[in-house]
């Protein structure tokens, strides 16, 4: 079965959002577009930015639901409550991105932090201010000057400011501050209960700006869609705003 970050409805969403209207083509993996820079050419697939689904080889959900155990009972429906908003929001437009599938970033993605958005935003950083070259785990040695390729292409005059420009153009981000804690908190480990209340808050916010972003997407861009694909990005845009609505309903 197709992703959701794969999904029909993902690609009408990375159309609007980045401007790109490619021919989709698909390997044995995935669903991707060419895209050509330079001399080269990558791969763009998509990616969940925040994993709260059942997981992969070590689930994401059900760690963060054996926290309940551990959850104060005053704070426990509260805690269930935006465990459950998050777990409905995993799966909308609002939690996918492009994201390069060569150089296969997305396996570095799930490597570094268990697919966390806030740790990988920590090895992206890292790397643009030439700490680290985490990023690079799981790429082959042809496809890591691809890769290196394309995230230069977001580098700015001031090296420290690179990772602004890469959240704003991949992610929609515009507030430097929630990049600044997605930064600080990426390296942590998210070991008890307040961790998880604090991990889903930032991406309630993550998810705030990203609605933001697509809204102004489809104020000035919506002409690049067909009259179907306007109706589908419309109710599925509405859908996740009204569920981000019920965030602080207990």
């Known amino acids: 079965m197709e992703e959701f970050d794969t999904s029909y409805l993902a690609w009408i969403l990375y159309k609007l959002f980045y401007g790109i209207d490619k021919e ?16 080269k050419i990558i791969n763009m697939s998509g990616d969940t930015d925040y ?4 997981g992969w080889s070590h689930s994401i959900r059900k760690k963060y639901e054996n926290y309940l155990e551990k959850v104060p009972s005053e704070y426990e429906d509260l805690y269930n409550t935006q465990l459950s908003r998050c777990v409905k929001l995993y799966k909308s437009v609002l939690n996918i ?5 060569t150089g296969n970033l997305q396996s570095a993605k799930k490597g570094i932090g268990n697919d966390r958005l806030d740790t990988f935003i920590w090895a992206l950083n890292s790397y643009y201010i030439d700490e680290t070259s985490l990023l690079f785990n799981n790429s082959t040695f042809n496809n890591t000057s691809y890769l290196k390729e394309y995230l230069d292409l977001f580098k700015t005059e001031h090296k420290e400011e690179t990772i602004y420009n890469y959240c704003y153009k991949i992610y929609g ?5 929630l990049v600044d804690e997605l930064i600080m908190h990426g390296k942590e480990a998210i070991d008890s209960p307040e961790k998880v209340i604090a991990f889903m808050n930032r991406a309630y916010r993550f998810w705030c700006q990203k609605l933001v972003y697509i809204k102004k997407r489809m104020e000035c861009n919506i002409d ?10 419309l109710q599925s845009v509405e859908d996740a705003e009204n569920e981000l609505n019920k965030w602080f309903e207990t």
């Open 24 to 39: 989709i083509a698909k390997n044995k993996e995935r669903s991707y577009v060419e895209i050509d820079f330079g001399n």
């Open 173 to 177: 981000i515009e507030s430097h501050e």
């Open 97 to 101: 991105s492009f994201m390069p599938q």
């Open 51 to 54: 994993n709260f689904g059942p």
């Open 224 to 233: 690049i869609l067909t009259d179907n694909e306007q109706t589908i990005i």
